[in-house]
């Protein structure tokens, strides 16, 4: 895979997530990593996907703690998505930054 495309695919997951957000902290925050994924060097690629992991799963049980079960699993949805994502891109190890 290119870099090009690892960029491009992890913002646009990103981009996912945030038009799940529920507040307007929450999408800042998720544009600011999104803007950060695509400027970075492509050796600092796997620190963003591991943020973007813990950002998902965060977002994912927030809903849950509110018992918004439409919104979980709208974001389980893409954070599935992004945890496939990023596991097959060797961006992190399954095994240890994977885990949701």
């Known amino acids: ?3 090009h495309y690892l960029v491009g695919e992890l913002s646009a997951l990103l981009g996912e997530l945030g038009s799940t957000a529920s507040s307007q902290i929450d999408r800042a925050d998720l544009d600011l990593l999104r803007r950060e994924v695509e400027t970075v060097s492509p050796a600092s690629l796997p620190l963003f996907a591991r943020r973007a ?3 998902a ?3 994912c049980w927030e809903s849950l703690s509110r018992g918004d079960m ?3 699993r709208l974001r389980a ?5 992004l945890r496939d994502f990023v596991v097959c891109a ?3 190890d399954e095994e240890t930054d994977a885990g949701v």
């Not at 949805?77 to 998505?81: D, G, H, L």
Request: glycine share 4%.
């Open 77 to 81: 949805s893409v954070c599935a998505n």
């Open 53 to 55: 992991l813990e950002r």
């Open 70 to 72: 439409v919104t979980f």
């Open 1 to 3: 895979m290119t870099c």
């Open 57 to 59: 799963r965060g977002l």
């Open 90 to 92: 060797r961006l992190v």
